[in-house]
């Protein structure tokens, strides 16, 4: 609540712009902690490919065919919604230091194949740091090798300096998501169900 209160004195008097009114639906809900100075962190390579923390703020345009790859392939059970990400409260998030993107780019052009995010809250039952995963996923051109497990050992030291002491993630019944977090370590703590439901008739 001391964000919000410290956010809201910053801005008094200002007028409300949309990514104000983000920043505040994400402080009055999440609380989240300083934004993070991803300077600190230096890209690694894994053969032809480069693996780094950047902003999403700044590859905004350039992620979005890799989001909406990703959709595809793992949300068929709800192929009748459309895709429509709100990257207003995603960046939002991203300020209020409550978002941390890796990337994955072939290190000969650039070209973005790959990401990793998560979000940073504090757990309420302990008030530790946690990071759950959003989005896990590499082009089918870089699923080669063990690229995914650089990408993902990468992302936990990033973590880790942080202060993070767990990493949630999820998985889709239809891909061999499930195998690869569990080779990493992770133990399967719930099952997740999803029931698609038609929305009321307006009155």
């Given at each position: ?130 990071a759950t995963e959003d989005t896990f996923f590499l082009d089918k051109t870089a699923r080669r090798g063990r690229l ?56």
């Open positions: 609540m001391n964000a919000l209160i410290d956010y809201l004195r910053d801005i008094i008097g200002k007028p409300l712009s949309a990514a104000m009114a983000a920043d505040l639906c994400v402080l009055a809900q999440h609380g989240q902690p300083a934004p993070i100075d991803i300077g600190q962190f230096q890209p690694t390579l894994y053969g032809s490919h480069r693996i780094a923390c950047e902003r999403l703020v700044d590859v905004l345009e350039e992620i979005q065919p890799i989001h909406a790859a990703h959709w595809r392939e793992t949300e068929q059970y709800r192929a009748d919604v459309p895709f429509n990400p709100d990257y207003l409260t995603v960046l939002s998030h991203e300020r209020r230091g409550g978002l941390v993107l890796f990337t994955v780019r072939d290190a000969n052009n650039g070209l973005l194949v790959g990401n990793f995010i998560l979000y940073l809250h504090r757990s309420t039952h302990t008030q530790t740091l946690v995914a497990f650089a990408l993902h050992r990468y992302a936990v030291n990033v973590l880790s300096a942080l202060g993070v002491t767990e990493v949630r993630a999820s998985t889709k019944t239809i891909n061999q998501a499930a195998k690869f977090f569990a080779a990493l370590g992770y133990q399967q703590t719930a099952i997740s169900w999803s029931l698609m439901i038609a929305p009321a008739a307006e009155a």
